[in-house]
C-alpha cells in the first residue's frame, strides 16, 4: 500500500497541486496561476500532472476560504465564480476510493508548520501568514482545528484598533488592516514614503527611513497583539508566522516580541514562543497532505 | 447505579457543593465563604454536607484558576496558600472509586450554560462572567475546551485597548480593566461619578447619569471586541454572559451587540448571537457535573 497523499493548496492567486510522501515530503509538485474561467479545469489539469497515473492513499485540499468543511464546499473571496463550489467531491472524482479531506488553507499552513516545520514542539499552536492579507490556523491537542464551519483561525480579523481603518471583512482595525502588506505600504505613502510595495518598504526600513520603520513597528504591534489574544483564550505555546511580510524578519519579529512582553501577561503564557515558518510556500500542501497522512494526537 | 454526581465550585470568594442529578438538576447544595486557613477543610465540610452518605457516579470540580488539569492541581490567584494544591485528589479521596474531573471554573460555566441553560442551541460556544473581574470559558464541539494546560477561554484578557491601564494579569489595556465591575466605578468617579460600587452605577445608569452610561457603552463595547475577536478566531456561534455587571442588562448588551455589528464582519460570523446567561451562580455547579455527566458530542 502506498503512502503516498495527493495534495492540493487553492489559492485566488495560485493552485497548487503535490505528491507528498507519509513522512511529508514533496515528492513531485506543480503550479499554476488561477484563471478566473473554467477554473476547475485548471485544478484538474495540474492535479493529473503531478498524478501522472500514480496510485495514492488519499487526498487533502487546502483551500482559501470561506470553507464549509461540513458541506467540502469553498467559496474563496477572490474566485467570484465559485460559491459554495463542491471542491471535495470534484477532487475525489480524480482520486476515486480514497478518503478525502478539506480544510482551510490557514489551517493547513498551521498543521504544515506544526507537522514537519517551526511548529513540531508544539501541540497548541497558531499558523500565521502575514502577506498580503493576514490568515491564520489553529492546531489544538495536535490536530487541525477548524471550529463550527471550519473558518477558525482568521487571526488577521482580531481588532486591534477599534477606531481604525474598514476592513474587507466588513469590520474595521482588523489586523489586516495594519499588517497587510499594501496597507503597510498605504500608510506609509501616506506619511511621504515613496516606494511601490512592500519589498520596497522593507528596504527602507533596512536603510533606517523613520517612516518605513514605524510601519513595521506598528505591523509587529499589531500582530502580537492578536497573537496574544488567540492565545490566551486557546491557551498556546507557540506562534509561527509565514508570508511575505515575515520575510522582513527581526523588523516584524522584534515589535510582535515587545507587544507580547508588554501583553502576553497570564502566568500560562509564560513560555509562548514566536517563531518564522520554514516551509515557506509548501506549508499549505504539506499541511493538506497530513491531514490524510499526518500524525494522530497523542 | 446512581446518575447523581458530586459537583465542587471553588473559588475565591464561595466553596459551593451540590449533588446534581444526570439532567443537570440540582437536588441539593451548600456552599460557604473561602478561608483563607484551613481552606481544604472547608472544602471537605460543605463536601460532607452534601454528600451525606449518597453514594454517586462520580465527581466533577470547578476551580478558580490558574488550574492544571493534566497534574489536578489548582493555584486560585485568590487563595494564596494554594499553590499547585492537588485538588482533583482531594476531592478523589472523599469518593473513592468514581471518575474525578478537573476543570477551571470559566470551562465550566460555559459548559453548564451549554448543557442546561442558554447555551444548549450551540455547540461551538463561548462563556463570560461580567463581574469582579471578567472570566470566560469555551465549549468546542460540544466538548469543554480547556486548551495546553486547562486556561484556555480567558476573554477577560483580550486586549481592547493597546495603551490602556495596567492589569492584574501583568499586561494592560485588557477587557477586564474596562468591563470589570470595579475598573468602571473607578473610571466613572475619576469622571465625577459618585457612588459606592457597580449597583449604584446601574442605578444611575437607569436614570440618565451620562458618565454612568459612558462606564456601560464603554464596558459593553469592550466585551464585544472581545467576542468578536473570539468568534473570528474559534468559529463561534454563540457567546452566553453572565456575571453581576451582566444583570444590568441592555446597559450591558446594548453596546455589546453594536460593537459585534461593527466588528464581526467575516461571513461564518453572520449568525453570532449574545445571550445572557440563565443559571446565575449554579453554572459552575452544572458544569462541573457535566465534566463527568453531561452529553457527549455528537
Chains 1, 2 share one sequence.
Not at 478525502?100 to 493547513?108: I, Y
Not at 497558531?126 to 482545528?145: A, E, I, K, Y
Not at 513595521?216 to 488567540?230: K, N, P, Y
Request: hydrophobic share 45%; proline share 5%; aromatic share 4%.
Amino acid at each position: 500500500m502506498t503512502d503516498l497523499v495527493l495534495a492540493v493548496d487553492f489559492g485566488g492567486t495560485k493552485i497548487a497541486a503535490a505528491l507528498v510522501g507519509g513522512a511529508g515530503d514533496v515528492v513531485r509538485s506543480a503550479q499554476v496561476a488561477t484563471p478566473q474561467v473554467d477554473t476547475w479545469d485548471a485544478v484538474a489539469d495540474v492535479v493529473g500532472r503531478v498524478l501522472d497515473g500514480e496510485q495514492v492513499a488519499g487526498a487533502g485540499i487546502a483551500s482559501a476560504g470561506p470553507v464549509d468543511t461540513a458541506a467540502g464546499t469553498v467559496s474563496p473571496i477572490n474566485v467570484p465564480s465559485w460559491r459554495e463550489f463542491p471542491l471535495r467531491e470534484r477532487v475525489a472524482s480524480l482520486v476515486p476510493g480514497v478518503p478525502v479531506e478539506l480544510a482551510g488553507d490557514g489551517v493547513c499552513m498551521a498543521l504544515g508548520e506544526q507537522w514537519r516545520g517551526a511548529g513540531q514542539s508544539s501541540r497548541f499552536m497558531v499558523g500565521l501568514v502575514v502577506s498580503t492579507g493576514v490568515g491564520g490556523g489553529l492546531v489544538l491537542d495536535g490536530r487541525p482545528f477548524g471550529g463550527r464551519t471550519g473558518n477558525a483561525g482568521h487571526i488577521g480579523h482580531v481588532v486591534v484598533e477599534p477606531d481604525g481603518e474598514p476592513c474587507t471583512c466588513g469590520g474595521r482595525g482588523c489586523v489586516e488592516t495594519v499588517a497587510g502588506g499594501p496597507r503597510m505600504v498605504s500608510w506609509a505613502s501616506a506619511r511621504g514614503w515613496r516606494g511601490a510595495d512592500a519589498i520596497a518598504l522593507e528596504a527602507s526600513a533596512r536603510a533606517g527611513d523613520p517612516v518605513a520603520l514605524a510601519a513595521f513597528e506598528r505591523a509587529g504591534h499589531a500582530v502580537g497583539l492578536a497573537i496574544a489574544a488567540t492565545a490566551a483564550v486557546c491557551d498556546l505555546d507557540l506562534a509561527v508566522i509565514g508570508g511575505g511580510v515575515a520575510q522582513a524578519g527581526e523588523l516584524l519579529f522584534d515589535p510582535v516580541r515587545r507587544a507580547l512582553a508588554t501583553h502576553a501577561g497570564l502566568s500560562y503564557l509564560s513560555t509562548l514562543d514566536v517563531r518564522p515558518a520554514v516551509l515557506g510556500g509548501r506549508a499549505g500542501l504539506v499541511g493538506a497532505a497530513a491531514l490524510v497522512s499526518g500524525p494522530r494526537p497523542a
